[in-house]
């Protein structure tokens, strides 16, 4: 008899290959995920008390789009996070409400990019859209300012 495991154990057999790139948006303040701290008693808590519901969004959204794909070989991720402008970008007066010309495009500050990718790739995982996330080979990631969320593009090499 053989012994079932992963997604064998859930009667969802192997998976198949994704036959075409999935794309998706996640709404929401996107979070960093950094180290955990030690709080005493043995226990680790996020440095983030919103993070937790950031991961479950990406999982969520994610299965819902992936509608039952896994990719379980090499990917390219491809994630543009948007924030809000702070007020010092738009214009005072009559041109309150209108972005400045010198306001940035990109956004230089803080979070790190490697720490939103790491809650990035940890909600695909949980949403079992990515078997594991060593399995990016190729990661692109853009900081910019506009409506608050992550673009995500998943592409099976």
């Known amino acids: 008899m053989t012994?079932?495991?992963g997604r064998d154990s859930l009667g969802l057999g192997e998976p198949q290959p994704p036959s075409e790139p999935l794309q998706f948006f996640v709404s929401g303040?996107?979070?960093?995920q950094g180290s955990k701290r030690h709080v005493g008693g043995g226990r680790m808590i996020e440095s983030?008390?919103?993070l937790p519901a950031?991961?479950?969004?990406?999982?969520?959204?994610?299965?819902e789009e992936a509608d039952g794909r896994l990719f379980a070989s090499e990917v390219r991720v491809r994630a543009t996070f948007w924030f809000h402008r702070p007020k010092s970008h738009y214009g005072?007066?009559?041109?309150?409400?209108?972005?400045?010309a010198s306001a940035p495009t990109w956004?230089?500050?803080?979070?790190?990019?490697d720490k939103l990718v790491r809650a990035l790739l940890?909600?695909?995982?949980?949403?079992?859209?990515l078997r594991d996330d060593a399995l990016v080979v190729r990661l692109e990631v853009d900081?910019?300012?506009?409506?608050?969320?992550?673009?995500?593009?998943i592409v099976e090499l």
């Open 3 to 5: 012994e079932l495991t």
């Open 29 to 32: 303040h996107p979070r960093a």
């Open 48 to 50: 983030s008390p919103e």
């Open 54 to 63: 950031w991961r479950t969004l990406i999982a969520e959204r994610a299965r």
């Open 92 to 100: 005072t007066g009559r041109n309150a409400g209108s972005v400045k």
């Open 107 to 113: 956004k230089s500050s803080k979070p790190d990019a």
């Open 122 to 129: 940890d909600g695909l995982v949980i949403g079992g859209v």
């Open 143 to 153: 900081k910019r300012y506009g409506d608050p969320g992550v673009l995500v593009e």
